[in-house]
């Protein structure tokens, strides 16, 4: 576990964490910074299934602080099996750091 938050330190990057209660899925994107930054933070979610299409996008900005999990939002949303969803995030301080991940991975 240490080496893991070793590496995460060593270079900034979006993670996703997930918890399942029940039938909700709760998907939390987290920031890891190597530096402080004040950064905009914007999040897009889209939905796809049998009850239909929706989509969200939520922009903030927030000061992160260095070498600290910070968890961005937590998106809770009742997953059919049919369902197609995609989470994409940008945290960018508008000069040199733009960082971007999307949940699932799309590779």
Known sequence: ???LLLLA???SQITFKMTHDGNMTTI???VILTEPCVCQVQILSSRQGQGGESTSQQRNTLSIPANQAIDLSRLSLNIGPED???I???VSDGK???LSQQWPNSE
């Open 96 to 98: 040199s750091l733009h």
């Open 1 to 3: 576990m240490h080496t």
């Open 88 to 90: 994409f995030v940008v």
């Open 84 to 86: 197609t969803i995609k």
């Open 28 to 30: 939390i994107p987290q």
């Open 9 to 11: 330190a060593l270079s």
